[in-house]
């Protein structure tokens, strides 16, 4: 079956525009998460998304913000872009069961200039 | 909450020598410990799990082994090879209805030939 899906894969954008990625999960999952990844930074998780309810939240400000459709297919979205937002953005669908593999996409890479 | 602290954060080995990573868990009432390997320009790959009630796990040349009491686990691999070079993740959570990992920072392993 198709893996996570991410669109874009690369952007770039100037500081105080907004941006919106989005993330395909594998058919039948439910669950979507969201990580922020840095150069030689682990994993910082954003949201989680269930059945369309943001579920978990990390420690991030509010200029991010995310969504999750009918279809489970999620959006994230930040607005007044700082240059500190340049990163790897990864999303993550699992069906969430017991013992459910986190299954990644490639990520959109993020660069603010 | 769950803290996971994952060490060391570089492991270099000689090609055909064995790598251990460790990591340690503050919340006792974790009972899924995932490992992921994230290769370069691609999202984490789940490689090996392992649950509370078991002590130890193998596949081929990857083992997992968690020690409860002390609240650590950690990834054995051996007979390194090229291919093992990549960043590995571990995580804790608790699997419940809302469970949710946490992740330790990544090592970067090297495998040199």
């Known amino acids: 079956k198709a893996g996570v899906t991410q669109t874009p894969r690369y952007l770039i954008k100037t500081r105080g525009q907004q941006v919106t990625l989005s993330c395909s999960p594998i058919?039948?999952?439910?669950?979507v998460s969201w990580y922020q990844q840095t150069p030689g930074q682990g994993l910082q998780f954003l949201f989680e998304?269930?059945?369309?309810?943001?579920?978990n939240k990390g420690n991030f400000p509010g200029r991010f913000s995310g969504r999750q459709f009918s279809n489970s297919r999620s959006e994230m979205n930040v607005s007044t872009l700082e240059l500190g937002d340049s990163a790897l953005y990864l999303c993550?669908?699992?069906?969430?069961?017991?013992?459910?593999?986190?299954?990644f996409g490639q990520g959109t890479r993020l660069t603010v200039v | 909450g769950e803290n996971v602290e994952q060490h060391p954060s570089t492991l270099s080995v000689q090609e055909g020598d064995s790598a251990v990573i460790k990591c340690t868990y503050s919340?006792?009432?974790?009972?899924?410990f995932p490992w992921y390997k994230q290769e370069l320009g691609k999202g984490p790959q789940l490689i090996i799990d392992i649950r509370s009630n078991v002590g130890e796990k193998k596949d081929q040349r990857i083992a997992v082994t968690l020690n409860k009491t002390a609240k650590h686990f950690s990834l054995h691999i051996t007979e390194t090879q090229p291919e093992d070079s990549a960043v590995y993740f571990c995580a804790a959570s608790i699997e419940d209805s809302n469970y949710q990992l946490i992740w330790g920072a990544g090592t970067k392993l090297i495998i040199k030939p």
């Open positions: 993550a669908s699992s069906s969430h069961t017991l013992g459910g593999e986190a299954f």
């Open positions: 919340d006792s009432a974790s009972n899924y």
């Open positions: 058919s039948g999952h439910r669950s």
């Open positions: 998304y269930f059945s369309e309810t943001q579920r």
